[in-house]
């Protein structure tokens, strides 16, 4: 670790009161070491790792950690607080704060060695240490680990063994010690980016293991690489805890044993209360479900507080299963949208109608061509459905659902239920298949369950569900919102309008611009007046966040460093095409400022979008697709003042923090520091 940190990146009496001023102020030490190029590049980029979820820890520590392609070598500041910094974490402010910083292309030695950092941070007597250290050069020998050299990094942490080992020696007889046969857990942590949460869990669960006489193997699925457990460890495990923030993967080994399934955090925060817990559902027999699990451990938000949020968690969890089907959903939507607009470009909308190529197609005619790509992307299309219940379900039980899940969403179809179906279908399919998987079968079974008896049981049953109970209230449903879309006039489709556009903005390619993308692009499967108005509110809506940004950096630079305004000027092209992340690291580095601003003018560009009744058969492709926008003047008219208002809004907002009294020591557009007088 001697490349990492040195007494400069060291500071003793950090005068920082906030999270961000923390940052800023480590940060500045490593610019100064040249090992960070743009400043307040990578202090965006620490501002979205934060964004994602807190990094405070119990004991009074500050962990706040990124990949920044402005980190030019793995890096680590660290800080002492007296009066302390708040982190997010549930007691209190953190008074040790370690700043990391990795390259975006980090190779896994250096990541192990960082992920080595934040297992000490577990160790008491280390952070004892680190309080008690007066000469910076002397704390960063401690932290480099040459006062206590550790041992080789390992990618799985393996508990218990040596400590009964060495324990039926030192017992009397040293035989019945030999014989018994610890509690055997098995558990897989991870979180967002793997830096340090994800070893800190597993650091944290193998000491707990270690004090309870229990024994722990960690599969850690972090940024350092991923490396399985052994099946034959796994196969002798009493019971399993996932500690996690991220999908687990390949979660078909853990098949049958009880499960304890919560936030990365709660794995570094209540160690000894999961193992516990894991004890108690393998006594009682039990093989939990990951919203059993939630319950019984109090750990509903995820972090590990016991915060009681079990409702939150579980939506988190449908949140996640949801994206699941929309993410695989969205490329069959990109081609075969797109395919379907060439076609309408070429041929215009009768070109629908047009028979089938493999029976009429004339090389030399435009319309062939055309009746070509709109039927090439209809197929495409076809798929939208049976892909959105596949992989929901895929994302709630793994492989075995995808055979029920894609068979529920080709019913979805045949019972005319649409995008609604397919979404009930692979949650369904996903329930299903999860409950099969808790019937206990004999050893012998258990190979052929995941192939042959699973997605045999679970189709029949989706199937059955589908088409006898719940496919025709669906399609009836269904219906009914196609009808109220068609019927929507006047005040109601602009209240619609500014919903859609509230929703495509405040989260910038988040779950809630998927929602609203989604909803926009199950209308276009079978395209009314009404879902061809939405598709085009939902796409005007998502161009305003880049494009009011671009605009805004390019009339008022001074408000913005000098990297927002390069990325200003991709953000012209990324607005253009529909492309609304463009605008995330302005939202990162200044949200209170940036989120609300956009929010408005996707609100009002969404409004004037349904009240001038503009449609739009393609589903992606920005300006790129105007020819194919119905009244595509007053369309491009309601983008312009959405990115105007936006456009104010930031720069008012940004302009009045600059010009009220600020603390000495602010920094400026560029970089450099600015003092200003109160």
């Known amino acids: 670790m001697s490349e990492l940190i040195t007494a400069e990146l060291v500071d003793l009496d950090l005068s920082a009161t906030t999270k961000d001023a923390a940052a800023r102020s480590l940060a500045e030490r490593m610019v100064a070491a040249h090992r960070v190029t743009d400043l307040d590049g990578f202090l965006a980029d620490v501002a979205a790792r934060e964004a994602q979820m807190p990094t405070g820890l119990d004991g009074g520590i500050g962990i706040p950690h990124c990949r920044s392609e402005h980190v030019s070598a793995p890096t680590l500041a660290f800080g002492r607080s007296g009066a302390g910094i708040d982190f997010g974490a549930a007691d209190g402010p953190a008074d040790l704060v370690f700043l990391i910083a990795a390259p975006a292309g980090a190779d896994d030695d250096h990541l192990t060695i960082l992920s080595g950092l934040a297992r000490r941070l577990m160790d008491p007597e280390f952070t004892a240490a680190l309080r008690a250290g007066t000469d910076p050069r002397a704390v960063a020998a401690l932290i480099r680990g040459e006062e206590a050299p550790e041992e080789p ?130 006594e009682r ?57 060439l076609s309408f470009a070429i041929g215009g909308y009768e070109i629908a109608s047009a028979k089938s190529v493999a029976d009429h197609f004339v090389w030399g005619e435009a319309d062939s061509w055309a009746a070509l790509l709109n039927q090439i992307g209809s197929a495409a299309f076809g798929f939208l459905v049976p892909v959105l219940a596949g992989y929901i379900a895929y994302g709630m039980a793994d492989r075995p659902a995808l055979v029920p899940g894609f068979v529920g969403g080709a019913i979805a179809l045949t019972v005319n239920a649409g995008f609604l179906g397919g979404l009930v279908a692979g949650l369904l399919a996903g329930a299903v298949v999860m409950a099969v998987q808790r019937v206990p079968v004999h050893a012998t079974l258990r190979g052929i369950m995941p192939v042959l008896v699973i997605p045999l049981i679970a189709s029949a049953v989706v199937g059955f569900l589908m088409f006898i109970v719940v496919g025709k209230p669906i399609a009836s449903l269904q219906n009914a919102l196609t009808d109220w879309l068609n019927g929507l006039s006047g005040s109601n489709a602009v209240i619609l309008g500014v919903v859609l556009g509230l929703m495509m903005c405040f989260d910038m390619g988040g779950p809630l ?32 966040p880049p494009l009011a940004m671009a605009l805004a950096t390019t009339v008022r630079r001074r408000l913005f460093t000098k990297t927002e305004r390069e990325n200003g000027r991709a953000a012209w092209v990324l607005g253009a095409s529909f492309i609304t992340e463009g605008a995330i690291p302005f939202a990162a580095a200044d949200p209170l400022r940036v989120i609300p601003s956009v929010m408005a003018g996707g609100a009002v560009t969404g409004a004037l979008s349904m009240a001038f009744g503009a449609t739009l058969r393609a589903p992606h492709g920005g300006v790129f697709v105007v020819p194919l926008i119905g009244e595509p003047f007053l369309y491009l008219l309601a983008i312009a003042a959405g990115t105007l208002v936006a456009t104010a809004l930031v720069v008012l907002l940004k302009g009045a923090r600059r010009t009220a009294p600020e603390a000495a020591g602010d920094a400026g557009a560029d970089g450099s520091r600015v003092t200003v007088a109160a």
């Open 513 to 544: 611009n998927k929602v609203a993308y989604a909803f926009a692009v199950g209308g276009l499967a079978d395209p009314t007046p009404g879902s061809l108005k939405v598709m085009a509110a939902v796409m005007a809506a998502g161009m305003v």
């Open 153 to 282: 990094e390992r990618e799985q942490v393996e508990t218990g063994k040596q400590e009964q080992a060495e324990t039926g020696t030192e017992a009397a007889g040293g035989t019945e010690a030999a014989e018994s046969v610890p509690f055997r857990i098995v558990a897989v942590t991870s979180c967002p980016t793997g830096i340090a949460h994800t070893y800190m869990a597993a650091e944290s669960l193998a000491a707990a293991g270690r004090a309870e006489g229990v024994e722990v193997t960690v599969e850690t699925q972090g940024s350092a690489g991923f490396k399985k457990l052994d099946p034959a460890v796994v196969a002798a495990a009493d019971a399993v805890i996932w500690a996690h923030d991220v999908e687990v993967r390949e979660k078909a080994r853990f098949r049958g044993k009880p499960l304890v399934d919560v936030g990365v955090k709660a794995g570094i925060n209540r160690p000894a209360e999961l193992i516990a817990e894991a004890r108690r559902r393998a």
């Open 285 to 341: 027999g039990e093989i939990a479900t990951a919203s059993d699990s939630d319950k019984a451990s109090g750990s509903g938000d995820g972090d590990g507080n016991g915060s009681g949020a079990d409702h939150a968690h579980f939506g988190v969890r449908l949140r996640t299963y949801l994206m699941s089907g929309v993410s695989y959903m969205v490329p069959f939507v990109a081609a075969g949208g797109l395919l379907i607009a």
